[in-house]
């Protein structure tokens, strides 16, 4: 089947800094897109999605970008704080079906 | 704020043993699902379950995995003769209804099939 991926496994950043997140798709069927947050012994937790007909979207010190043209998401984070440390996950649906397909994850590390 | 629970946290058993991992959704959800996370992987689907039937399963659910609400609060997962490669945390999730796209996580439950 077709994949969602991310590029960089880690990513470490000073508190205070902004982080970006990246993630490649390569289903062109796709047409919801979903962050999600997992924290060390927790479950994924949602933190902001988009659907396919939008470019960018905006929630809480989080903004998700979507490139269809390079098949393309990436989450920014402003003015990353400790307890942003975690994994991010970034998931994709397609056809309908309100099962997410997860990619394998990107670990944010935040250094006071 | 209303959360899905899952039981055990941990759960240790042998090679060829059935387990049962369970979960309750939050109370109003209708859509039901399990997930997988083998240690530094993704997280994998498991199956949905709405209007008690499975709506959805994906390969890795085959014979030996089952799913039931045996009751109006609980949601089980049950593995008939577990694997060692079945060693994973297992997530239960729910969503409201059509209309609410967001699923909610439960904590996990750690299996150590050994």
């Known amino acids: 089947g077709e994949n969602v991926g991310l590029h960089l496994p880690t990513l470490s950043v000073q508190e205070g800094d902004n982080s970006i997140i990246n993630c490649a798709y390569s289903n062109s069927a796709s047409d919801y897109f979903i962050w999600y947050k997992q924290e060390s012994g927790k479950g994924p937790q949602f933190i902001i999605d988009?659907?396919?007909?939008?470019d960018k979207r905006q929630g809480q010190r989080v903004t998700v970008l979507l490139n269809k043209t390079v098949k393309h998401l990436s989450l920014q984070i402003a003015a990353t704080q400790p307890g942003d440390s975690a994994v991010y996950f970034c998931a994709e649906r397609s056809g309908g079906s309100y099962i997410p397909t997860f990619g394998r994850g990107t670990s944010l590390i935040v250094h006071p | 704020e209303p959360e899905v629970t899952q039981t055990p946290s941990h759960q240790v058993t042998q090679m060829g043993q059935e387990v049962i991992l369970r979960c309750v959704p939050i109370?109003?959800?209708?859509?039901f699902y399990w997930y997988r996370q083998i240690l530094g992987q993704k997280v994998e689907f498991l199956v949905s379950?709405?209007?008690?039937?499975?709506?959805?399963k994906s390969e890795i659910f085959d014979d030996q995995f089952s799913v039931e609400r045996p009751d109006g609060s609980n949601f089980t997962l049950k593995i008939r003769s577990t694997k060692l490669e079945d060693s994973a945390m297992y997530f239960c999730?729910?969503?409201?209804?059509?209309?609410?796209?967001?699923?909610?996580f439960g904590q996990g439950t750690r299996l150590t099939v050994v």
């Open positions: 379950f709405y209007n008690n039937e499975i709506s959805e």
């Open positions: 999730a729910s969503r409201k209804d059509r209309e609410n796209t967001e699923a909610f």
């Open positions: 988009i659907r396919s007909n939008m």
């Open positions: 109370s109003n959800h209708l859509y």
